[in-house]
């Protein structure tokens, strides 16, 4: 209708292209010229209208308007969700699957990086609940990562993401003393001596020492008996079991 100025069109849900409008003229010697919307996904209504301009052959003009509405998407899925260490997906990802273990290929520490791709532009993806400690084997809720995704329309869809990684492997001491002194550490060295500082010490020194993976590696004195006289010998147990043996001489100034 020529006498209507103004016009709303509905579009469908993931509409990201702007609809092409043509303008033909109700007199020959008018010209229509049309600038397109923007963008047809925008919050601002002058970015989704297309605004159709008629000059006739007087000069004078007449606008029409073409608002376009993109039906909000229901989209509350996740296109990828990447980890920032290598390992694996179980079961292997896609949109429609929730929920996940990641196995990492390395033990570590620290709590890798994740990165989130929504399937639909409109929608938005929030981790809301980080890994508390990624070596709590105990509890695994403290080892994943929630994230809830919020569809345009409202709709919402969570994900969880388990971290799973091999136990460590490291079976160093952290610290050695013998009677309070320090035994200075290399990590390619189990064996040490140990000489008293002073003429007076002729027994065993009271050996003391702690593991480098403090609370998940274990270690003893395993000193047979019949050599507490002439040495010292501590047993370090890994949280994979691996195990690494220290050997401390005493050499007496006698």
């Known amino acids: 209708n020529s006498n209507i100025e103004e016009y709303t069109v509905a579009l469908v849900s993931g509409t990201t292209v702007t609809p ?29 209208t297309t605004i159709v301009v008629v000059t006739a052959e ?19 899925t996740l296109s990828d969700i ?18 996940y273990v990641y196995t990492l290929d390395n033990f570590r520490s620290t709590v890798p990086s994740i990165s989130l791709t929504e399937s639909d532009g409109g929608a938005n993806a929030v981790i809301t ?11 695994a809720a403290a080892r994943t990562f929630e994230i809830t995704v ?9 994900y969880s993401v388990r971290l799973d990684m091999p136990a460590n492997d490291d079976a160093d001491l952290g610290s050695l003393t013998a009677n309070s002194n320090s035994i200075s550490l ?14 007076t010490e002729t027994t065993p020194p009271a050996i003391t ?19 507490r006289d002439s ?12 195990k690494k043996t220290y050997t401390v001489n005493f050499i007496y100034n006698n």
């Not at 260490?85 to 929730?98: I, K, L, M, V």
């Not at 990624?134 to 509890?139: M, T």
């Not at 702690?210 to 003893?220: N, R």
């Not at 040495?231 to 691996?242: F, L, M, P, R, S």
């Open 186 to 199: 290399n990590p390619n060295d189990t064996s040490y001596t140990y000489e008293p500082l002073s003429p």
């Open 209 to 227: 020492f702690e593991v480098s993976d403090d609370g998940y590696a274990t270690a003893e004195d395993v000193t047979d008996n019949v050599d």
């Open 150 to 158: 919020t569809a345009e329309d409202g709709s919402t869809e969570v």
């Open 58 to 76: 007087d000069g004078s003009t007449k606008n029409y308007s073409i608002e376009f509405n993109v039906a909000e998407s229901a989209d509350a």
């Open 129 to 139: 609940q980080n890994v508390l400690d990624i070596r709590n084997r105990g509890d």
């Open 20 to 48: 092409t409008v043509l303008a033909t003229e109700y007199d020959d010697y008018a010209n229509a010229g049309v600038t397109p919307a923007s963008d047809v996904r925008s919050l601002s209504a002058t970015s989704r």
């Open 231 to 242: 040495k010292a010998v501590i047993e370090v147990t890994a949280e994979d079991g691996t």
């Open 82 to 99: 990447s980890i920032g260490a290598s390992g694996s997906f179980s079961p292997s990802f896609t949109p429609g699957t929730s929920d």
